[in-house]
């Protein structure tokens, strides 16, 4: 019925739906061990603290399937919160850690376009530097949060900068018919960016790419321009997330988004986004994020000690790391006559 | 004169019955080779003959299906490249890997450099222990100097004497005078021979013909796994070894030519500084043309190069009459020229996607509607079309195509070419790693095609396979395009076409 015919298939198909079976799973333990788990205020505020971490997903997935990373994504966040609280609030002299705006006192609606181009740019500069100056995506994209990060604690000078406009505010505090704006904006982007990496032309050269850069180049595709387009929806995505947090904490706080990103990766593997490339699809990333949020609301309501908190979240990303390992390991197994096979082509051309 | 023939005719190495499968392939069938004491022993074949599996087996890095291997008589169980090492086998290749940053000294003695009494490093006596031993070889060379400033012939002659000093009995040399001048061949040989003299014995693995004969006491010839024969290097000359090589003219295959009289695709003077010079070349439509040269001759750079996958260099290209300058495969597709590549693992195929999605690759330009949006029905019906016109053998159109046997990865590959309907096809070994049956699904889409007027430029080493398939045949060496033969001329002649890649000239017209 589910078209299985051999072990592959079986793996095939647990791989892609396994992480919906743990999501049940843990949905089951956590509803029956903790009072008032799957409560609605309760899945409301996991929605809403997953929501922030989805978008940063989206666009962490894309550049995972293309065989990339982006470690610079945190730093947009900051940098992004930091530019929109400086160019919307009135000039107030820092005092207690706390501080006003540049004084232009910028219209929501100039300082939403202004922020989200300057994710884009940063995703852009990213890509460009990857490909077109041939440099390694790890180190610059490492470099790049470095500098956003700082760019962020400039321009702030280390402070606060509470009383963003309602305006602003709405994507990621407002509500629609008792509904948080943020969730609905998610599952928005998710069913967009699901529906173009399945079923557009830009989707299938991205997995193409990743999977065999040098392949989707002899097909006819151009890796540079798909991977410099992954990175610019990567860093826009940033900006999106950035907005967002923005809008719910109501104030910019230079360090935003700080160690988001092993959890952003964490929830893309979870959701069967391999880290090797060219796999994985956006809504199985989607359950990574559910999951990831279910999991760190239950460790709060169980209260959990904070300091045991991050052993437990990464013994989580480890065990998705490894489950990644063994997947394409299997999988080079089954491939194997045709590594010995080309093993045997490199050494006759080698001998010859 | 008797006695020393006595001492020589000692078995060293004994392969007995060594067979090998990959799925689909047979790589080596009941091969029996045998090197004796203080002999040079040739083994030549074409690229896939099995060397590099019998080898490879012999260096311990393949495990033969069945089979033996002993070294004075004493059979070598458990292989591996350890025991074989053990054994004193011992394996150069063609590119010699040593420290090259460090000294020779340092390079003779790595792992076992001599100390002092404060336990560091006695450099008077790495240096001087080193010189020692080299002399003892007949090898003078400055030990303090290194690596890096030695020319290739010293340091193959360098990685020789180093695997002496294992203790080693039988060499391995892969293509050790591919990179050497006439000069350096002569110090490289003559040092050989004097090891030889000291009862080492040696394979030598060459495709030039000349020095085997040169060099060589006697001679193995491989072909399609098996061993075709072992003979007396005396005994035999350069034609009787092609014949050997190529075996008994047996065509497999033979069509009928389609060319017409347009043409469709021309090389003129095309050069790239060190990979080819002044090609010219012509197909007219649906004109199957082969191309063959030994590696280094320029075929594989011209191949991607006609692709867009390198530069192309000075001088001109014309599909259908048009100026044809590729920036990259794109614009290869879309002046209607396909390239089958070589490593279809490399750049042939997306392993990890679906046989869908890499036949539709080339053509999604024409799946996709509105916004972008690809047309799904589109996908699966071309995607059906051509796994039914191809004969490819898949559970279906969303299967991996990693999962799929190396020929009918090959026909995915083919399919993907195929959607883009080109005029001009160059195909680049498309028979490497298939098997038979495989084989002759892609001779026949080959002729379908060529029915259908394309053009086909087909690159390969497989001579007899050419010689079935195509209407004219060109061979390159260093660089150049040196021979033409033609089914019109009546002078496609395996022995005399693998003369010409050789470097040989051809005997019929000579």
Known sequence: MLGIRNRHDLLELGSRHFIWVVLVLTAVVFGSTIDKYLSVPNITNILITGSVLGVLVIGQALCLMARKLDLSAEGTVSLVAVMAAWLMLPYREQDFAQAGGLGVELDPLIVIPIILLLGAFVGFLNGFMIMKLNMNFFIVTLAMQLVLRGLALAISEGAIMPGTPAAFNWLGGGRVAGIPVSVIATIGLYLVFGFVMSRMQFGRKVYAVGANEDAARASGFSPARTVILVYTASGFLAAMAGWMLLGRLEASVPTLGVGMTLNVVAAAVIGGVSLKGGEGSIIGAFAGVLFLAMVNNALNLMNVDPLWVNAVRGLIILVALIIDAQKSRYRGRAAAPDKAKRAEANQSAALS | MAEANLKTDEILLDMRGISKTYPGVQALEDADFSVRRGEIHGLVGKNGAGKSTLMGVLMGIRDADSGSVAMDGQELVDASPQTMLDAGISYVPQHINLLNTLTVAENILVGNLPKNRFGLVDWKAVNEDSQARLSRLGLEMDVRQPVEGLSVAERTMLAIAKALFANARLIILDEPTAALSRVEIDLLFSFVRAQQEQGVAFIYISHHLEEVFEICDRVTVMRDGRIVGTREISEIDVPILIHMMVGGGVQEYERESAAGEQTVFEVRGLSRRGAY??????????????????????????????????????????????????????????????????????????????????????????????????????????????IDKLGIVTPGTEQRTLLLSGGNQQKVVFAKLAATQPHVLILHEPTQGVDVQAKVDIFNIIDDLSAQGVAILIISSEVRELIGLCDRILVMYEGRITDEFSRAAKDMRPEDILLAIEGGRNVGDS
């Open chain 2, 277 to 386: 010079e002044h090609v010219d070349l012509s197909m007219n439509r649906g004109e199957v043309l082969g191309l063959s040269g030994l590696q280094g001759s320029g075929v594989d750079e011209l191949a991607q190069a006609l692709f867009g996958l390198d530069r192309l260099g000075v001088g001109e290209v014309l599909v259908d009459g048009e100026p044809y300058r590729p920036g990259s495969p794109k614009q290869a597709f879309e002046s209607g020229v396909a390239y089958l590549p070589q490593d279809r693992h490399r750049f042939g195929l997306v392993q990890l996607r679906s046989v869908r999605e890499n036949v539709t690759y080339s053509v999604l330009d024409r799946l996709v509607g509105r916004l972008g949006v690809l047309m799904r029905a589109g996908e699966q019906q071309i995607t059906e079309e051509y």
